[in-house]
């Protein structure tokens, strides 16, 4: 069964409850998670883009190691769910610098929606199970 692997910034209360959004979306299991400022994100050089302005996520598909960021990533999240969420393929229409300017206005404005995290906030047993670092 092919798998993703969700780069977020940890210290994001926005990133981070999305994580939590994702994992109880994601009934068969499919997506796991690693914050941008853990050591695997390191290794694989996504490290700075959680220091970058606005942030950005990354989305690896582990079949075949292709990286998809911003609106790009979404997309694909909703690929790794699967079912109804795949209805959010058609996105793919919509030109990509329009679909990035959307990401990047609520990117650029996280810190204001929920604010920052001392700490990764990702509490659930089950989800920490699915956690990479």
């Not at 989305?59 to 209805?87: C, H, M, P, Q, Y």
Request: aromatic letters at 12%.
């Amino acid at each position: 069964m092919p798998t993703w692997l969700l780069f977020f910034d940890g210290d994001c209360a926005f990133c981070s409850r999305s994580v939590r959004q994702v994992f109880r979306l994601d009934k068969r299991k499919r997506i796991f998670y690693t914050p941008l400022q853990g050591k695997l994100s390191h290794e694989l050089g996504y490290a700075d883009l959680a220091a970058e302005k606005g942030g950005t996520m990354v989305v690896i598909r582990e079949s075949d190691g292709k990286a998809f960021t911003r609106s790009d990533a979404w997309i694909e999240v909703a690929r790794a769910l699967g079912g109804w969420w795949n209805l959010l393929l058609v996105t793919l229409l919509v030109p990509k610098f329009l679909r990035d300017w959307v990401y990047n206005l609520v990117a650029n404005n996280r810190y204001r929606f929920l604010g920052k995290n001392a700490t990764c906030d990702l509490p659930d047993p089950e989800l920490m199970k699915r956690i990479r670092e």
